[in-house]
């Protein structure tokens, strides 16, 4: 079946640094991408469309210039949390689309800002 | 706004025995439903889906039946096992519209299955 590889699975990194999430297609090609957060036993929440070879689609209260999200080919979306805060601390879920509703989801990250 | 609800944030069943969960929604642009099962630390797996132009769809041990006119929807888990113990949430997507390709998700159902 279709796979989505996302990585890193755990990071803990320093107030005010910068943060890369990766989220791959092993074997489908995806022109678009879905990055959801989800905050302690609480439901995924959609925070961005990424697009291949555009810009992403943003959700109400979702700060672009704080996510930056490329998807700069049909096998890989990036999400970065730039100047991480530890209220940015919490999981981050890519999916991707294989047309007809086949989402598939990666692992998760776990994103801990101490 | 919470547009798809899962209102039993858990629920704990005897091995054999169904598992019942609910869902509702109150957007009538969507038109596509899916269960997911997650792990904690894991990214969801799918489960099954269901698509507004049918009223029951049935995969092993598990059928979701969807109520369009009460916008319901459950899973049916039977019989359920040990393993099944995980959280549920069921999501929506439209085809149309601001909701396409999106999926909304409820809050989750935590599921505990006793041996």
């Known amino acids: 079946g279709a796979v989505v590889s996302q990585h890193p699975s755990r990071v803990i990194c320093k107030s005010g640094t910068s943060v890369k999430i990766e989220c791959r297609s092993l074997?489908?090609?995806?022109?678009?991408m879905f990055w959801y957060r989800q905050f302690p036993k609480k439901s995924l929440m959609l925070m961005a469309t990424s697009n291949e070879g555009s810009k992403a689609t943003y959700e109400q209260g979702v700060e672009k210039d704080k996510f930056l999200i490329n998807h700069a080919s049909l096998t890989l979306s990036t999400l970065t949390v730039t100047s991480a805060h530890p209220e940015d601390s919490s999981f981050y879920i890519c999916s991707a689309n294989q047309g007809n509703y086949g989402y598939t989801f990666g692992s998760g990250t776990r994103l801990t800002v101490v | 706004d919470q547009q798809v609800k899962q209102n039993s944030p858990s629920l704990s069943v005897q091995e054999g025995r169904i598992s019942i969960l609910n869902c509702d929604y109150t957007n009538s642009m969507f038109d596509y439903f899916l269960w997911y099962k997650k792990y904690p630390a894991e990214g969801p797996t799918f489960l099954i889906s269901?698509?507004?132009?049918?009223d029951k769809n049935e995969d092993g041990r598990f059928t979701v039946f969807l109520n369009k006119s009460a916008k319901h929807l459950s899973l049916h888990i039977v019989p359920s096992q040990p393993g099944d113990s995980a959280v549920y949430f069921c999501?929506?997507?439209?085809?149309?519209?601001?909701?396409?390709?999106?999926?909304?998700f409820g809050q989750g159902t935590i599921l505990t299955v006793h041996p």
């Open positions: 074997d489908f090609q995806a022109t678009t």
């Open positions: 999501a929506a997507s439209g085809s149309v519209g601001t909701s396409y390709g999106k999926l909304t």
């Open positions: 269901i698509s507004s132009i049918k």
